[in-house]
């Protein structure tokens, strides 16, 4: 694997579990191991062991300013966003909406430092005949509604430019399948297992031990299969293992691993946590551990791009969906790879860049961002700007790539 990688794999497992700052190898690209970690969401846990590192080994002025700022910046918003939703929450109480909170907050709560776990949203739970009360709430503390993000089942509040709120009535969102149909029938929220707790200094109601792992590997397995996932929601994971590992019935949590299809890329996932982020073994029912296992694996997902060593290459992105859409056609069959060439020509309005905003918006303006899109690579082409060239080739044989990864990790088994 990359060096910077490594490098950047071992800060964090010296971050998460107290270990002593490595030292940094002589070829260190600051820069690179920045990057990646930006990508990974885990950039503001770096601060605090590099500022262990002796001058000599440190990055330089410029990239040692960015990653001090960034953390202070991160722990600053995440207080005053702790803040708001403490008034949320209050407020809730005293118009009697059951909330519940899970992700964000609750697994802060496991960081060494609760405030720099990096977080885009907060999300919460609301019965679906208490959402026009939870709309009303928000509204009157000065929430307005994000028509461009919210799906059907979950809604989608923002303040200032402060805080997020996912206002799920259904775990799963908009999704439906057989997978879809055996969660529901776990009952992941039943009133019996939910948990009262106190996570980042706001006291909380949560989902059960087991039944928010069972979320988290739904959640984990949803982006994978999509657009990727995050160094930062394996290390989730690992710590949310780690503290509550006493609490969680292994055996039945396993019996729904393999009843969802999930258990062999949950044997993946706790065998690369095992090696690189200090994950117990005691996660396993039998002793499946494999260092081997694990860097091989490890090494895949960087190497399809599922986890990402950098920042804002759209082309990986519409790849990882070519993939997913190939295997999940909305009707039901196996897409070839004429469909998927024609995928890549053609892309869906979701799948287009941030440039073509405007039939991500409207998606009848598709056609219209196709054109676009087609004079923009010409243009790249005639002008050698190859940073513009969208590389059709090269996607189709990504999306085949992170096929077989998915296929081998049996996340592509057909419902």
């Known amino acids: 694997m990359e060096t910077n990688i490594q490098y950047l794999l071992m800060l964090l497992d010296s971050v998460i579990n107290d270990k002593i700052t490595p030292i940094p190898p002589k070829n260190i690209d600051w820069n690179k191991v920045w990057t990646a970690a930006r990508a990974g969401e885990v950039a503001t846990l770096l601060y605090s062991k590099v500022n262990q590192l002796e001058e000599e080994h440190r990055p330089s002025e410029d990239i040692w300013n960015i990653i001090k700022y960034y953390a202070i910046q991160c722990g600053s918003m995440n207080l005053q966003k702790y803040e708001k939703l403490y008034q949320v929450l209050e407020e809730g109480k005293k118009r009697n909406i059951s909330i519940i909170v899970f992700k964000g907050p609750v697994l802060g709560e496991l960081y060494p430092e609760s405030m720099l776990r990096n977080s885009c949203d907060i999300d919460i739970y609301v019965k679906p005949e208490e959402l026009e009360k939870m709309e009303d709430l928000l509204g009157d503390m000065g929430f307005y509604k994000y028509e461009e993000h919210s799906k059907k089942y979950v809604p989608v509040y923002c303040f200032d430019n402060l805080l997020v709120?996912?206002?799920?009535?259904?775990?799963?969102?908009?999704?439906?399948?057989?997978?879809?149909?055996?969660?529901?029938?776990?009952?992941?929220?039943?009133?019996?297992?939910?948990?009262?707790?106190?996570?980042?200094?706001?006291?909380?109601?949560?989902?059960?031990?087991?039944?928010?792992?069972?979320?988290?590997?739904?959640?984990?397995?949803?982006?994978?299969?999509?657009?990727?996932?995050?160094l930062k929601t394996i290390i989730d994971i690992v710590l949310y293992i780690n503290h509550y590992i006493k609490y969680i019935p292994k055996k039945n949590f396993w019996k729904k691993m393999e009843e969802l299809g999930y258990d062999t890329f949950c044997k993946v996932l706790f065998n690369i946590g095992c090696r690189y982020f200090g994950l117990t073994k005691e996660v396993f029912l039998d002793n499946s551990y494999s260092e081997k296992l694990a860097e091989k694996m490890l090494e895949k997902l960087y190497g399809t791009y599922i986890l990402k060593a950098d920042l804002g290459d759209e082309g990986e992105r519409i790849a990882a969906s070519i993939a997913f859409q190939s295997y999940n056609h909305s009707e039901g069959k196996k897409v070839g790879k004429f469909r998927m060439i024609q995928k890549t020509l053609f892309p869906s309005a979701k799948d287009l860049s941030f440039r073509y905003m405007y039939a991500r918006r409207h998606t009848s303006l598709v056609w219209i961002a196709w054109i676009h899109r087609a004079l923009n690579q010409v243009g790249a082409r005639l002008t050698h700007r190859t940073e513009e060239q969208i590389d059709m080739v090269r996607?189709?044989?990504?999306?085949?790539?992170?096929?077989?990864?998915?296929?081998?990790?049996?996340?592509?088994?057909?419902?």
């Open 395 to 415: 996607n189709v044989k990504l999306a085949n790539q992170k096929l077989s990864l998915l296929k081998e990790m049996k996340l592509m088994e057909k419902d």
């Open 165 to 230: 709120i996912e206002a799920h009535c259904r775990l799963w969102e908009d999704y439906e399948s057989k997978t879809i149909d055996k969660l529901e029938k776990m009952n992941l929220l039943n009133p019996e297992t939910l948990v009262h707790t106190t996570a980042c200094g706001l006291s909380m109601t949560t989902l059960g031990y087991e039944e928010h792992l069972v979320f988290l590997m739904f959640h984990l397995i949803k982006h994978i299969s999509y657009n990727g996932c995050s």
